[in-house]
């Protein structure tokens, strides 16, 4: 068995180890040195890939091919071509050609671009990013691929990363560089997302249209039993979950994904995987692999992988945990404390320029997690605040002490730490408390960021922390390149970061009402919801950082601006929307035909002329027929105020505003009423499986 899967792992990618075996020597080589330094990669070389890539995918009984990106939906996009290249007489011969390899023409109007490309001008382009492997899915040959307008503005998530990914590259190195580092040659940033969802069974989905068009339930009342016992998290898999865990892993397997651990999560039918980290840009395109065979792979057994940030009220919601950190390509953990007093002057140095990066760019980190489905989440005690700020434990907070008191750091206990005379004990990994309220944590050698939701790709923060991070290495490189006395000047920068920045690190309990106070007091930032983070995303410093950086355009930033709000106002639209239908024509003809058989029975009873009361039919019947007609004006109103979005139509701000301020209260007020009638009507009447069903029966 597992001599099984050592073989059929990546069994399905045109790994480095495939292109050795497939491809001549050189050609290898030439096509290794664009990999790692991003040059341009001659067309007879890419003629050539493309030939072995064809016939390897070919034995892998591929047909077709497609280039495969990440448009702004936050899903992956495939558009397939077959191989087929008719010979004029009759035949056809499977080809396929470096061009089509490198790029590719997908009609793009179809695909937001938030004004960057004008109607008229349809065609993007997608190219080849071959730092991430090609693989074979369901007999398509994928190549992942970056997608750009034609004037060549990113419309995608990977152009970004991309970009971020290089930036701090550059930093990383010039510090690295300072500390005597001849020997790596790239630092990496590296991630391992952990992937929270619900499973529930198909059959029960399929009658819940809430489900079937936004992804979450939009009315249903509690059940008796939620996750109080806490008897779900890491309890025995269930037979149904356990076969689709299993088939789950040797699909991610087959593609090369490292699907590693896998669990019941808190909430019941909810459950995580994570994978073991890879580089940002790889670890996003198998995250959104992941999410794709998750679903898929949950459909063969007749489940429902749901992937909202929240499907029901009451129980926790999923998120997914991004843990970042740095790598060189020689292997070393840039966030890992070291063994001697030199590593860790190193050591601090990053660590320290994180805790500066989040401090200065708050709104950023909120930014990147901001959508109507994690509104949900975020500072509801279930997941970490919507303040941002971080957990390091109690051993570094002595670091923080020691260096604001000027006493002597003396291990565990608080004292002066002089940097680049102290070894950190090897405390970090074992003690870090696993501080569940925190948005972002410092775990032993590498970041936790909780804040992302579960649904979302993992793109857009990890470019946010790299832009941030490489802007703080870069003032760093500066202040130290030109430093006369290197370890004297590190010295003073370390603990003059750290002072100034103490007010972002936060161990206590971020769901506590002290917290939001002391942080305000603090002064940080507390943007509660999607509309009140999204309009800082242009705000002069958030331009200035990644246009400096090379990783969007100014136009780049205002279009991904539009699409986001956009996003969230067509979101609630289609919740209000399905909402009013489901009460319409499910839940109130429901009521009223209870009410109806209520009324037959209690005058067939008091026909009997028993001295009967009916009190329990006439007690319904008056409690129902009043929230029946309370549920028929919220229906009404909901309408009413869907319909005043057309004013709006031209400022996308105040449109999502109006949906938060306007359209999210009253379509509260259409739930609340159809919950209590949900908790006064007999089963049998009720229109669609209630949250017992879909949470238990599996
Ligand atoms: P937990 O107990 O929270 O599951 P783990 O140590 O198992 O902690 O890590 C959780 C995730 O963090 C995994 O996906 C793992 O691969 C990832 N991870 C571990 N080390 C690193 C690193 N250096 N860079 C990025 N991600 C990492
Ligand atoms: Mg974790």
Redesign the pocket.
């Known amino acids: 068995m597992c001599k099984d899967i050592s073989k059929t792992f990546g069994s399905m990618v045109f790994s480095d180890v495939v292109m050795k075996e497939k491809l001549p020597k050189d050609i290898y080589k030439s096509l290794q040195q664009t990999m790692k330094t991003g040059s341009d990669l001659d067309i007879n070389v890419a003629n050539m890939v493309a030939i072995a890539m064809k016939d390897w995918a070919l034995e892998k009984g591929a047909t077709h091919y497609t280039h495969w990106f990440q448009p702004l939906t936050g899903i992956t996009a495939e558009k397939h071509d077959s191989f087929i290249s008719p010979q004029g007489d009759g035949r056809v011969i499977m080809e396929f050609s470096g061009k089509e390899l490198i790029k590719g023409e997908p009609d793009a109007s179809s695909f937001p671009s938030g004004g960057l490309r004008a109607t008229f001008e349809a065609r993007g382009y997608t190219a080849w990013d071959p730092t991430s492997y090609a693989f074979v899915k369901e007999g398509t040959l994928c190549i992942p691929t970056a997608f750009c307008s034609y004037n060549g503005e990113a419309l995608d998530n990977k152009t970004p990363l991309l970009h971020s990914m290089e930036t701090i590259n550059d930093q990383a190195l010039r510090i690295l560089r300072l500390f005597g580092n001849t020997t790596a040659n790239r630092v990496l940033s590296?991630?391992?997302?952990?992937q929270e969802y619900f499973l529930i069974d198909k059959k029960l989905y399929d009658q819940r249209k809430d489900l079937m068009f936004t992804g979450r339930t939009l009315f249903g009342a509690k059940p008796p039993k939620g996750q109080e016992l806490e008897d779900h998290y890491f309890g025995a898999l269930k037979t149904r979950v356990s076969a689709f865990m299993k088939e789950l892993n040797e699909e991610l397997w087959k593609l090369g994904v490292?699907a590693?651990?896998e669990h019941n999560e808190v909430a019941p039918a909810q459950h995580e995987l994570?994978?073991?980290?890879t580089t940002t840009n790889i670890?996003t395109d198998h995250n959104q692999l992941t999410m794709e065979m998750m679903k898929k792979v949950a459909d063969r057994h007749g489940l429902a992988c749901l992937l909202h940030e929240k499907p029901f009220d009451g129980v926790n919601g999923s998120g997914k945990?991004n843990?970042?950190?740095?790598?060189t390509d020689t292997g070393i953990?840039l966030?890992?404390p070291g063994l001697s007093p030199h590593e860790n002057s190193q050591f601090l140095l990053f660590f320290a320029a994180v805790i500066k990066a989040i401090d200065e760019y708050q709104d950023l980190m909120r930014i990147t997690v901001a959508s109507a489905g994690n509104d949900h989440r975020l500072g509801a005690n279930e997941a970490p605040p919507a303040i941002v700020s971080i957990f390091v434990g109690d051993d570094l907070d002595c670091i923080f002490k020691s260096i604001d008191e000027g006493t002597k750091y003396d291990g565990m206990k608080q004292g002066t730490i002089e940097i680049g005379v102290h070894v950190l004990p090897n405390f970090i990994k074992d003690t870090t408390d696993?501080n569940r309220t925190s948005p972002f944590a410092f775990?032993?050698?590498?970041f936790?960021f909780r804040m992302p939701g579960s649904s979302q790709s993992i793109s857009g923060p990890n470019v946010v922390i790299n832009a941030i991070v490489a802007e703080e290495l870069k003032k760093f490189a500066d202040i130290l390149e030109n430093a006369e006395d290197f370890t004297a000047a590190t010295n003073t920068l370390i603990c003059k970061t750290l002072q100034d920045h103490r007010r972002i690190v936060f161990n206590g309990d971020g769901y506590s009402e002290e917290w939001q106070i002391e942080a305000k007091r603090r002064g940080l930032s507390n943007l509660r919801s999607t509309v009140d983070a999204l309009p800082h995303f242009i705000d002069e410093k958030n331009i200035k950082l990644f246009t400096e950086h090379n990783i969007f355009t100014e136009s780049e930033m205002h279009s991904r601006y539009e699409i986001m709000l956009e996003s969230y106002s067509k979101i609630l639209r289609i919740e209000a929307l399905t909402m009013i239908e489901i009460a319409k024509k499910e839940i109130i003809p429901a009521v009223s035909r209870y009410v109806a058989k209520l009324c037959s029975t209690a005058v067939s009873v008091k026909d009997l002329g028993l001295d009967l009361q009916c009190a329990a039919e006439v007690s319904f019947i008056n409690k129902l027929s009043k929230l029946n007609d309370e549920a028929y004006e919220y229906v009404n109103d909901l309408k009413e105020t869907i319909d005043k979005t057309a004013q709006f139509h031209d400022d996308a701000l105040a449109l999502a505003v109006y949906y938060k301020e306007s359209v999210i209260p009253a379509m509260d007020r259409l739930r609340a009423v159809a919950d209590l009638m949900e908790e006064n009507t007999c089963t049998e009447y009720w229109p669609h499986p209630t949250y017992g069903d879909l949470l238990f029966k599996i």
């Open positions: 590296t991630v391992g997302p952990e490292l590693k651990t994570a994978p073991i980290f670890a945990h843990n970042w950190s740095l790598s953990n966030l890992e696993r775990t032993g050698n590498k936790e």
